[in-house]
């Protein structure tokens, strides 16, 4: 009898265990991560100052709830016990009272590691340490692990992260896993049920379009990973979504680009992580960051990642479908100059399959509603003209 609920209770715990995984990230996740701007140069003051301004400055009220810390958290070796620690000039009171703050804050708090032998930037991968990681992972108390592809020579990916998604499991804590191999290996086709997330590309950098050499490898602008982003959608949703990196918002692009692209990573239902100093902030990047009704596409419980309807005169015209049959719609001027646009709802039926969503604006009429003005714009009655000023957007949500 003991024996009998003995595994009863396992089978139990093993069922609880499941299903908190499967409730992670129901919509994309959102926090800030070191990298864009710190890169290795973090230590525990910045951190906290993060945590504090993060709460300060109604970022975790707009819904930013996880700092993650990326590459050079650690110390350059493991330590006798092959035990990952942290640097202890950077950390001196280590991980675990760091992770303590940060939830006092009512914050989650997130770590980096690779799949490979080492990081990208040199400290100890993860290669061999996967269980015994986790295990650590767990006792600090991280739920984020951004896990990286460097030094993975000879190495399958789909084997590799399979790997420590399973050890993550093990370990016992829920922890959203973020895979980072670039898309090399198209995990969209198979890593739904290994994470919540995985890039779809290299690098972002800070440009609103091209690509930044970097040596023996390139970093994206903002348009040239949107371009590679229209035939995802159908492998995002609920759990598990396409990442097309962090955002770079108040990183040296202009007002206009920054507010183009935290557009479309809305539209896309994109992972909202922050990459810029929060203590160096300006106002228009915060306004950008936190507004509530640009975040509420991206976080709309349907799940949707928006496609590309039409391109005309250089503005795109992207469409999200969102729960209620309500849809977003962002028109995209990708010219450095000024765009009219003259969008008639009647000529232009919204027809998409994948959500189940077909509105004939013949016979609804919608109310529409300027997600960066925050004002009320007619409704699809009658065709919707408006000059796009050059590299910026126009966001509309159409309510009933």
């Known amino acids: 009898m003991k024996r009998i609920i003995l595994v009863l209770f396992v089978f139990k715990i093993t069922i609880a265990c499941a299903q908190k995984y499967s409730e992670l990230a129901m919509t994309p996740p959102m926090g800030w991560n070191s990298w864009n701007t710190f890169q290795t140069n973090i230590n525990e003051k910045l951190v906290k100052d993060i945590a504090d301004i993060m709460i300060s400055s109604g970022m975790k009220d707009a819904g930013y709830t996880y700092i993650v810390l990326d590459d050079g958290w650690m110390a350059k070796e493991r330590d006798s016990k092959g035990n990952l620690i942290a640097d202890p000039k950077k950390f001196p009171s280590g991980m675990k009272a760091l992770a303590d703050y940060i939830h006092e804050k009512g914050l989650k708090f997130g770590l980096y590691n690779c799949a490979g032998t080492r990081t990208c930037a040199d400290y100890p991968g993860t290669r061999g340490y996967e269980y015994q990681d986790a295990r650590l992972y767990a006792g600090i108390g991280i739920d984020y692990l951004k896990y990286d592809w460097c030094n993975t020579n000879g190495i399958n990916a789909k084997e590799a992260y399979t790997t420590m998604s399973k050890a993550i499991k093990a370990a016992g804590r829920p922890m959203i ?34 690509i930044k050499t970097n040596g023996s490898w390139s970093a994206f602008g903002v348009m040239k990973i949107v371009d590679s982003q229209d035939t995802l959608r159908k492998y995002a949703g609920p759990g598990h979504w396409n990442d097309p990196d962090m955002l770079e918002v108040g990183n040296g692009m202009k007002v206009n680009e920054d ?34 009704e640009a975040i509420a596409i991206d976080q709309d419980v349907l799940g949707m990642q928006a496609y590309k309807y039409m391109t005309r005169d250089s503005v795109e015209t992207w469409i999200k479908p969102l729960k209620n049959n309500e849809v977003a719609v962002c028109f995209l001027n990708r010219s450095s100059t000024p765009r009219k646009i003259n969008f008639d709802w009647k000529k232009h039926p919204i027809k998409d399959d994948f959500s189940n969503t077909n509105i004939d604006f013949s016979g609804s009429i919608y109310k529409i509603k300027d997600l960066w003005t925050k004002k009320e714009a007619g409704n699809t009655n009658k065709a919707f003209e408006q000059e796009i000023p050059g590299r910026d957007v126009v966001m509309i949500r159409l309510v009933k």
Do not use: Y
């Not at 191999?181 to 086709?189: A, D, Q, R």
């Not at 992972?271 to 902030?281: E, Q, S, T, V």
């Open 259 to 292: 507010r183009a692209h935290f557009s479309i990573w809305c539209m896309l239902a994109a992972p909202l992580i922050a990459g810029n100093d929060f203590r160096k902030m300006s106002p228009a990047s915060r306004d950008i960051l936190a507004n509530k």
């Open 177 to 210: 896993f973020s895979l980072c191999e670039w898309g090399n290996n198209k995990p969209w086709l198979w890593a739904a049920n290994v994470g919540q997330l995985w890039r779809t590309t290299t690098d972002i950098t800070n440009r609103f379009d091209g």
